[in-house]
């Protein structure tokens, strides 16, 4: 069965307390937060005050995804704010290793994310110290975008790769999730599942997570 992370990206920003707790009650395991800088890509979102904020009022495991060109220097901030998991885009500095050592030292989770036109021969290097691998399964900065088919390829390399080296890491999938796509990445070997406009976007956003559950049994 997959794990589920709402994104809150398509949740309520006004009644945000209120969406966050509907799906951890409804059987959410994370909560995907999208952290966006306008320029590695188009839209700006959250920064690590926002997970400060948030952190007191949720048990859920704080799933930062860092959108941002040159995130070095971000992270020990966001270490502070509460986050469980930090990813960086191997996309978006030229120091990977440093990065995620950085996250590692400050006693948090690491994750590597990877774009859908980015080949899994560029993370293999650093996938023997990470927690978590995100595929994009669209490409990033925008919500309710259509999955796109070719990344369950992808998926499935990472968790061959995975089996014969004997590593650990969970396979987070991001973009276009539903009862459907969902099927084809779990078999593929995906562990976990970000879903945005698919969770927030119902009328009821645990029958959702539901769903999602019951579908990768």
Do not use: W
Not at 173 to 190: E, H, L, M, P
Request: proline share 6%.
């Amino acid at each position: 069965m997959i794990k589920v992370a709402p994104s809150i990206l398509s949740a309520d920003y006004l009644n945000l307390q209120h969406d966050i707790e509907r799906v951890e009650k409804g059987g959410a395991d994370m909560l995907h937060i999208d952290v966006m800088d306008g320029t590695f890509v188009p839209n700006i979102s959250y920064g690590p005050g926002f997970v400060k904020a948030i952190r007191p009022i949720t048990k859920l495991t704080l799933d930062c995804h860092l959108m941002v060109e040159h995130p070095e220097h971000l992270l020990p901030s966001f270490i502070d704010a509460g986050a469980d998991i930090i990813g960086v885009q191997v996309e978006a500095t030229q120091h990977i290793h440093r990065a995620l050592q950085i996250i590692k030292n400050g006693g948090v989770k690491a994750e590597v994310v990877i774009n859908p036109g980015t080949p899994v021969m560029m993370i293999e290097p650093v996938l023997s110290m990470v927690d978590q691998v995100l595929v994009m399964t669209v490409n990033p900065g925008f919500g309710g975008q259509k999955f796109l088919p070719s990344t369950v390829d992808k998926i499935a390399q990472l968790n061959q790769i995975k089996k014969d080296r004997g590593y650990n890491f969970d396979i987070e999938v991001d973009g276009g999730v539903n009862f459907k796509t969902v099927v084809d990445c779990y078999k593929a070997g995906a562990t976990v599942a970000v879903a945005g406009s698919y969770v927030y976007l119902a009328n009821d956003p645990a029958d959702r997570i539901k769903t999602l559950k019951e579908a990768t049994k």
